[in-house]
């Protein structure tokens, strides 16, 4: 059989080849290029530190907090390792880490790809933040105009809306709010009753995302509360016998499941507030019905403990009460908490994944 070169059929066997090559090196996800930034408010479980610039008790940024971090360093994170903004910000493909807003050492360059204002402790209830001389939802919010303010002197004014407006902005707090304050000391008790102090929070929640949007957030994913009956500590407080009834306590689960259900009627109402005839993207992200789903099959995931912190007893032990002097269980991962409110790096991560659909939708043009 005789062989017949043709040039015009080696030019398109070579360009198909190159269109091929081409599509292999695109990127596995385009978010990067669909978010400028990404900056988080909230509690601890999106804090990486911000508390270790303010007086307050409430901190983790010494051992054993960090020892799965990069170099085992308690960076204030309350947790092990990474958190779910970690991950979302690697993710997209930002940064790999999302640093305090208040540490004085970041660079403009830091900056401008986004920071958190968290502050571990605090809710969207004034009285949260005040019991433990915290940063509140308005004064994070102050801190983000200030926040441009900075940016805008570096960068100018053109820049600095730019990257506003193409972030990712995400909101996790409310849980301090109902186990911190509401029941744990009478103040807002004796004049609310649940439901009624659910309406108070959602009030807080619509000034807070309005005054958001005001100030350039057009892509706004919200965390909605866990479910706070099977946080290792309220099961402690509140179990007939703590030490072998490790069950969640469905009273408290269960107001967060309302709570829930008035949060995403909230949002949806938000989501037709229309600045400037532009048109922001608020996205609720269900963490309650994951996190229940993985501490009900603890082994699905190889977890051994999903009932207990891995620092100390694992019943009561966070921030100053786990420290270096504490027992840590030898493998965090096999553990569902770390202390005896935050998860593990591992059930972050898998909080991340969780939510992950709800991220790409926001990010979706």
Same mark, same amino acid.
């Given at each position: 059989?005789?062989?017949?070169?043709?040039?015009?059929?080696?030019?398109?066997?070579?360009?198909?080849?190159?269109?091929?090559?081409?599509?292999?090196?695109?990127?596995?996800?385009?978010?990067?290029?669909?978010?400028?930034?990404?900056?988080?408010?909230?509690?601890?479980?999106?804090?990486?530190? !911000?508390?270790?610039? *303010? #007086?307050?008790?409430?901190?983790?940024?010494? /051992? %054993?907090?960090?020892? =799965? $971090?990069?170099?085992?360093?308690?960076?204030?994170?309350?947790?092990?390792?990474?958190?779910?903004?970690?991950?979302?910000?690697?993710?997209?493909?930002?940064?790999?880490?999302?640093?305090?807003?208040?540490?004085?050492?970041?660079?403009?360059?830091?900056?401008?790809?986004?920071?958190?204002?968290?502050?571990?402790?605090?809710?969207?209830?004034?009285?949260?933040?005040?019991?433990?001389?915290?940063?509140?939802?308005?004064?994070?919010?102050?801190?983000?105009?200030?926040?441009?303010?900075?940016?805008?002197?570096?960068?100018?004014?053109?820049?600095?809306?730019?990257?506003?407006?193409?972030?990712?902005?995400?909101?996790?707090?409310?849980?301090?709010?109902?186990?911190? !304050?509401?029941?744990? *000391? #009478?103040?807002?008790?004796?004049?609310?009753? /649940? %439901?009624?102090?659910? =309406? $108070?929070?959602?009030?807080?929640?619509?000034?807070?995302?309005?005054?958001?949007?005001?100030?350039?957030?057009?892509?706004?994913?919200?965390?909605?509360?866990?479910?706070?009956?099977?946080?290792?500590?309220?099961?402690?407080?509140?179990?007939?016998?703590?030490?072998?009834?490790?069950?969640?306590?469905?009273?408290?689960?269960?107001?967060?499941?309302?709570?829930?259900?008035?949060?995403?009627?909230?949002?949806?109402?938000?989501?037709?507030?229309?600045?400037?005839?532009?048109?922001?993207?608020?996205?609720?992200?269900?963490?309650?019905?994951?996190?229940?789903?993985?501490?009900?099959?603890?082994?699905?995931?190889?977890?051994?403990?999903?009932?207990?912190?891995?620092?100390?007893?694992?019943?009561?032990?966070?921030?100053?009460?786990?420290?270096?002097?504490?027992?840590?269980?030898?493998?965090?991962?096999?553990?569902?908490?770390?202390?005896?409110?935050?998860?593990?790096?591992?059930?972050?991560?898998?909080?991340?994944?969780?939510?992950?659909?709800?991220?790409?939708?926001?990010?979706?043009?």
């Amino acid at each position: 059989m005789v062989s017949v070169f043709s040039p015009k059929k080696q030019f398109c066997s070579i360009s198909i080849i190159l269109v091929l090559l081409s599509f292999s090196l695109l990127p596995e996800s385009s978010a990067a290029e669909k978010a400028s930034a990404i900056f988080i408010f909230g509690d601890s479980t999106v804090d990486p530190g !911000n508390n270790n610039f *303010i #007086p307050t008790i409430f901190r983790a940024n010494f /051992i %054993p907090y960090g020892i =799965d $971090f990069p170099n085992h360093v308690p960076t204030g994170r309350f947790t092990n390792g990474k958190m779910s903004t970690d991950f979302l910000a690697s993710y997209v493909g930002i940064k790999e880490f999302v640093p305090p807003y208040l540490d004085p050492s970041l660079s403009i360059d830091e900056l401008m790809t986004g920071v958190s204002f968290a502050s571990a402790g605090t809710g969207f209830d004034p009285l949260t933040s005040h019991l433990g001389n915290l940063i509140g939802v308005g004064k994070q919010l102050e801190y983000f105009n200030e926040y441009q303010k900075r940016i805008e002197y570096a960068i100018g004014k053109e820049k600095t809306k730019e990257i506003v407006e193409n972030a990712v902005y995400i909101v996790s707090a409310g849980t301090n709010d109902f186990v911190l !304050n509401y029941f744990s *000391i #009478p103040i807002r008790k004796h004049k609310y009753t /649940i %439901p009624a102090y659910m =309406d $108070f929070i959602l009030f807080q929640v619509h000034q807070f995302i309005q005054g958001l949007m005001e100030q350039g957030a057009r892509k706004i994913g919200f965390l909605g509360l866990p479910p706070m009956g099977c946080l290792p500590a309220v099961i402690t407080l509140n179990s007939v016998i703590p030490i072998s009834h490790r069950g969640c306590i469905d009273f408290f689960s269960s107001v967060a499941i309302q709570y829930n259900q008035k949060l995403q009627m909230k949002l949806n109402e938000l989501q037709m507030i229309r600045l400037s005839d532009i048109h922001p993207k608020i996205v609720y992200m269900d963490v309650f019905n994951p996190f229940l789903h993985i501490i009900n099959n603890g082994q699905e995931y190889n977890f051994t403990d999903v009932n207990l912190g891995c620092c100390g007893t694992g019943l009561l032990e966070t921030s100053l009460l786990c420290n270096q002097g504490s027992y840590v269980c030898p493998d965090a991962s096999k553990f569902m908490f770390w202390d005896s409110i935050h998860p593990t790096e591992k059930a972050y991560y898998l909080m991340f994944k969780a939510v992950q659909p709800a991220v790409d939708y926001l990010l979706k043009d």
